[in-house]
């Protein structure tokens, strides 16, 4: 059964940046039919995605945060990060790692991580 | 970017009644289209991709229908498990956007 574990620090000071992982078991992360996702949810909120990519490197953001946002896969491990560079308080929020569903163009999350609520405050 | 609108906002529904509730996109998304369900505390579970097939272990009452702009997902018979929020999310095109979610909770 597939599972994706969110981690890293839950308070991430103005101005910082803040920086996720993904741990990806039960599948491979170099699975040429995925890509892998990011996705937030500010408190009482609804869902914004961030940016998708697959392990060979092509990568979707959006363009919201796109001057911002990076994300890398890391093989060895079976890992994905999020890094998002000069957070303020509208960073503030719960984030989701995600498997996107992609042959022959991308289609659906079908996985989701249970989330890892950040917080950024001074 | 393709904006995602749902309606209502709100749905109150006694158990075992039926429950519809609407998805727009503000231009066509083909078929390209998945429902979630989103219970508090949870992460969203997909229920519907491809504008109406049900993902693996999605029970039968729940059914969804529609292709370019209007889609729909409907609740045959609402039970106790099913109070939660409902977002839709287009595939169509980068970026990838989500509607702002339809609560569906007790009458």
């Known amino acids: 059964q597939l599972q994706l574990q969110e981690s890293g620090p839950g308070l991430v000071k103005p101005s910082e940046t803040l920086s996720l992982t993904c741990t990806v078991s039960g599948d491979s992360i170099s699975s040429p039919n995925y890509y892998w996702a990011w996705i937030r949810q500010p408190p009482g909120e609804g869902l914004e995605w961030i940016g998708s990519?697959?392990?060979?490197?092509?990568?979707f953001y959006n363009p919201s945060l796109q001057s911002r946002v990076a994300i890398s896969v890391d093989t060895s491990n079976n890992q994905f990060s999020l890094k998002l560079s000069s957070v303020t308080a509208a960073g503030t929020a719960l984030y989701f790692c995600?498997?996107?569903?992609?042959?022959?163009?991308?289609?659906?999350?079908?996985?989701w991580g249970r989330g890892i609520l950040v917080t950024v405050s001074s | 970017e393709i904006v995602m609108t749902q309606s209502p906002a709100t749905l109150s529904v006694s158990p075992g009644e039926r429950a519809t509730l609407s998805c727009r996109a503000s231009?066509?998304?083909?078929?390209?289209l998945a429902w979630f369900q989103q219970k508090p505390g949870q992460a969203p579970r997909l229920l519907i991709y491809?504008?109406?097939t049900r993902a693996t272990g999605i029970p039968a009452r729940f059914s969804a229908s529609g292709s370019g702009t209007e889609f729909a997902l409907t609740i045959s018979s609402l039970e106790s498990g099913d109070f939660a929020v409902y977002y839709c999310?287009?595939?169509?095109?980068?970026?990838?956007?989500f509607g702002p979610g339809t609560t569906v909770d007790i009458k």
């Open positions: 995600a498997r996107q569903y992609c042959v022959g163009g991308c289609y659906h999350f079908d996985y």
């Open positions: 990519m697959h392990f060979r490197g092509k990568t």
């Open positions: 491809g504008a109406s």
């Open positions: 231009q066509s998304v083909t078929s390209n």
């Open positions: 999310q287009q595939y169509e095109r980068w970026p990838l956007t």
